[in-house]
């Protein structure tokens, strides 16, 4: 099985590719995890990608491309995998096609969260993240056991200078910009399955979960 997680900025995608990789048995594959462990090991790769970090500059699709496929590469990704944060456009898309054709598969369904500005706004801005282990906790939804501190390493929680309302919104713009004819190339496939990200994160968890072995009884 073979999912790609969709969604704006706050839908939850990081989240649920997590529990997803876990109640599936699937590989969990984050573009973000893939460029921070690159840089943090100082690959060839990482090093390339480092430059463009550093200024905020978005990394090019051809370097993002080379460590995603040498991700799907590895013995513990060939039983399938939740991608999550790519690809983010159609080059990027077609670059996936390109590598799974290499061993003749495909992607099998691509869930997009569909998520209202209101609920996206009220996750961002009280978002607040480990400085340790990078994990997620949020001042009302989900806050820590120790106010400060990551229930999982220990580390300082934080929250990012681009959660602040005005600079998401402008990223919800870019956003759906970015996605808009991402979600009609999938949609024209006939692999893109729609979800409500507003919903609980466990009723969004139930919902892909159904969706997965939904489109797994049909190839049976």
């Known amino acids: 099985m073979r999912i790609i997680l969709l969604g704006p900025p706050g839908a939850g995608k990081g989240t649920q590719a997590i529990r997803l990789a876990e109640k599936l048995h699937l590989a969990h594959i984050s573009t973000g995890e893939i460029l921070r462990q690159n840089v943090k090991n100082n690959t060839g790769l990482g090093q390339d990608a480092k430059g463009f970090m550093e200024r905020g500059s978005l990394v090019p699709d051809e370097l993002v491309s080379r460590m995603i496929q040498e991700k799907i590469a590895r013995p513990d990704v060939k039983e399938g995998f939740i ?9 990027q898309a077609k670059t996936l096609e390109s590598i799974l054709e290499q061993d003749s598969c495909d992607i099998d369904i691509v869930v997009y969260l569909d998520t209202s500005e209101a ?33 999982n390493c220990g580390g300082k929680l934080y929250q990012r200078t681009d959660d602040s309302e005005e600079t998401v919104k402008k990223r919800i713009e870019v956003y759906k910009k970015e996605v808009s004819s991402l979600i009609q190339y999938y949609d024209s496939k006939g ?28 190839k049976a």
């Open 119 to 151: 609920v996206i706004i009220q996750r961002l801005t009280g978002r607040l993240v480990c400085n340790g282990c990078g994990a997620n906790f949020h001042i009302k939804n989900m806050p820590p056991k120790v106010e400060g501190i990551c229930d």
């Open 191 to 218: 692999k893109l399955r729609r979800l409500s990200g507003d919903e609980d994160s466990e009723i969004v968890l139930d919902k892909i979960i159904g969706l997965a072995k939904t489109d797994d009884l049909h």
């Open 83 to 91: 991608l999550d944060g790519y690809p983010r456009n159609i080059n």
